[in-house]
């Protein structure tokens, strides 16, 4: 069958402090999300990477830097960035021993993902690495687009709430994913009730209505 629209893969970013006890949260947040783009065979690649970048920040820069990830499609690559405030401290590639504790980082990095390097701003420094994706596009291609797009909405956000009940991250962390689930669900549905023939202004604002009457009613309470 042929496909009916194409949907981007929006790209994100998260900010957290850098700390080796984020790493496992920020893991479980990129198979989701790699599982919502239908990358599934990227999971693991992509979370060694991260791993790696984040760990790197944690070790050359210090623990509780300030750290930004950011995931997004380049053309048909994954791109995986981490943002961090220091520019001096760039990350090498060294070979380490067969026995070494330490330097295996960019290592793995530079055997994993198909190309990587470091970019110098004003303000921050990026390290950044892509794996490709073997398809022909950055697009999700969907033959039912509002029906699919409602059940990936709700696969994500059962997923992600689930997620933060569980722990695993800083509160910080735990709220920002929650955040940007609750836009993300807004948003799809009124796309689908768009595609459907309803107005999402009119929808918005009895949606707000409900809201404060519900505030209100439980305040009084």
């Known amino acids: 069958m042929d496909c009916v ?71 048909v690559y994954l791109r995986l960035e981490v943002h961090d405030p220091d520019t001096r401290a760039l990350p090498t590639l060294v070979q380490a021993g067969q026995d070494a504790e330490a330097g295996r980082g960019m290592a793995l990095v530079d055997a994993t993902a198909d190309r990587w390097g470091v970019e110098l701003r004003a303000d921050r420094k ?58 993300d669900i807004i948003a799809d549905l009124l796309r689908w009730m768009q595609a459907h023939g309803r107005d999402a202004d009119d929808i918005l604002d009895r949606a707000q209505t409900h809201f404060e009457a519900e505030a209100d009613r439980f305040t009084r309470w």
């Open 5 to 75: 629209t194409c949907m981007p893969r929006k790209p994100w970013d998260l900010p957290f402090l850098a700390d080796p006890c984020e790493v496992s949260a920020l893991r479980r947040l990129l198979r989701l999300q790699l599982g919502v783009w239908e990358l599934r065979e990227l999971i693991d690649p992509a979370q060694l990477c991260v791993s790696e970048l984040v760990s790197n920040v944690v070790t050359h820069v210090g623990p509780e830097t300030p750290t930004t990830l950011a995931v997004s499609m380049k053309g």
């Open 126 to 183: 990026v390290t950044w690495c892509e794996l490709d994706t073997g398809l022909p596009s950055a697009c999700l291609h969907t033959v039912h687009p509002q029906m699919d797009g409602v059940e990936q909405l709700i696969s994500s956000y059962r997923a992600r709430r689930a997620l933060n009940v569980a722990g695993g991250g800083s509160e910080i962390l735990a709220a920002t994913m929650a955040e940007e689930a609750a836009i």
